[in-house]
């Protein structure tokens, strides 16, 4: 039950259109409070990893699906490590979701290859690396 809720984003990701940009959204208030410091900002995406990989793999196992799309918790962890090298403003937030969900949807090589890992990493790791893809994406832009 405590893992449905977790890799669901607490059911927001049931909602019927558009759930990984819901899930996005969730990111938003994590970035706030925790995208200061670099390090701060790894370390949250770590324990959000592990949780996310522990929460999605039941849902997994639970459903037989490999990528239930409801489950966002990847969303948010992707969101949350494209702000490690910028601090987050109206502008940046904006822009880091555009970024981020396109390369969420086109999942663009290498971001595709971490789909193929088992369980709940499959479902984290390509958010995670998209969410570094993006990190690099928006320090480009704003410094």
């Known amino acids: 039950m405590w893992q449905e ?3 669901t984003g607490f059911y ?11 899930g996005t959204l969730l990111g938003v208030p994590l970035v706030y409070v925790f995208a200061v410091k670099w390090w701060l900002v790894l370390f949250v995406a770590l324990l959000l990893y592990l949780l996310g990989v522990w929460a999605s793999g039941y849902v997994i196992e ?4 490999k990528d239930p799309e409801d489950v966002v918790i990847d969303e948010v962890l ?18 880091g979701f555009l ?6 949807i086109l999942k663009p090589y290498p ?3 971490f789909e193929n890992l088992p369980n709940g990493h499959g479902v984290m790791a390509d958010d ?12 480009s832009l704003f410094h």
């Open 5 to 7: 809720l977790i890799a």
């Open 12 to 22: 927001l990701g049931r909602f019927r259109y558009a759930p990984g940009s819901l």
């Open 62 to 65: 639970m459903r037989k699906e």
């Open 78 to 95: 992707g969101y949350l490590l494209s702000y490690t090298f910028v601090e987050p403003t109206f502008k940046t937030l904006l822009v």
């Open 99 to 104: 970024t981020f969900r396109l390369l969420d």
């Open 111 to 113: 971001i595709k290859l």
């Open 128 to 139: 995670a690396v998209a969410g570094m893809i993006n990190a690099f994406v928006l320090f």
